[in-house]
């Protein structure tokens, strides 16, 4: 396994429990989407799984790799080779996209980036993405449009190439053009690597093209339903009740 998650007990720091007795594995190369109503606690996973510090692990464990990471802090996360793409992903003035990138990189895999390279690289990205090159040069998510922000998360992806991907509602608020070239986008990080991806959304726009390998349903912080890639299907077709119930 990639990723485990055992028995998880999370919530925020004033105490509101809000993940309860969570178990999900993640395999080498896997796809899985994580589906449920609003308030069941899907962000949350998502936030505890990477490190957020306004989250609190009361119980269970996380292991990343065989190694224990429920205590370890975001960014020795990212440098083991985890990612999260935000549902609203925040401006950073005084930081170019394009430097925001090289230095992450630089970061995760402690070596010195080319500068040719990266920059072949980062424009056949932004082709994938149909993404104006000069947004390189700005500062990061500063004036950008809600398509253009989750345009610069699936960026980052591309180019940092992590070995674990948690995309939170990437295709929230997004038209359909734009779900459309975010779907392509993850489809090329999957050619890319042998990466394992968690899709949280309340779509089933964005997993066009996408093998998907287990769906689960989250209600109430606690996972009450896993399947193949057919649930997410079936789930569009006739909702959440029945996992309510």
Do not use: W
């Not at 309860?20 to 190369?29: F, H, M, R, S, T």
């Not at 995760?108 to 082709?127: A, I, N, S, W």
């Not at 000069?134 to 989750?150: M, P, Q």
């Not at 109430?220 to 057919?230: C, F, P």
């Amino acid at each position: 396994m990639l990723l485990e998650v055992q028995n998880l007990n999370a919530g925020l720091e004033d105490g509101k429990q809000i993940l309860n007795d969570l178990n999900i594995k993640i395999g080498q190369g896997e796809t899985h989407v994580l589906m449920g109503p609003n308030g069941a606690g899907k962000s949350s996973l998502g936030n505890t799984l990477m490190g957020n510090p306004v989250y609190k692990i009361t119980g269970g464990k996380i292991l990343f790799k065989d190694q224990d990471i429920t205590e370890e802090s975001a960014d020795k996360r990212a440098k083991a080779g985890m990612f999260m793409s935000f549902q609203s992903p925040l401006e950073i003035p005084g930081i170019s996209l394009e430097s925001f990138i090289r230095a992450s990189i630089q970061q995760r895999t402690g070596e010195r980036v080319k500068l040719f390279q990266f920059q072949k690289e980062l424009q056949r990205c932004m082709q994938i993405l149909d993404m104006n090159p000069d947004y390189a040069k700005r500062d990061l998510n500063v004036g950008f449009s809600g398509g253009e922000r989750k345009k610069s998360e699936i960026l980052q992806l591309l180019m940092l190439k992590p070995d674990f991907a948690i995309l939170d509602e990437t295709d929230s608020g997004l038209d359909v053009d734009a779900v459309r070239v975010v779907s392509k986008g993850i489809e090329e990080y999957r050619k890319l690597t042998n990466g394992s991806l968690l899709i949280i959304t309340h779509s089933t726009k964005i997993l066009e093209g996408l093998d998907v390998d287990y769906t689960h349903v989250l209600v109430k912080g606690h996972i009450v339903k896993t399947g193949d890639g057919q649930l997410f299907h079936q789930i569009n077709e006739k909702g959440f009740e029945e996992f309510i119930k």
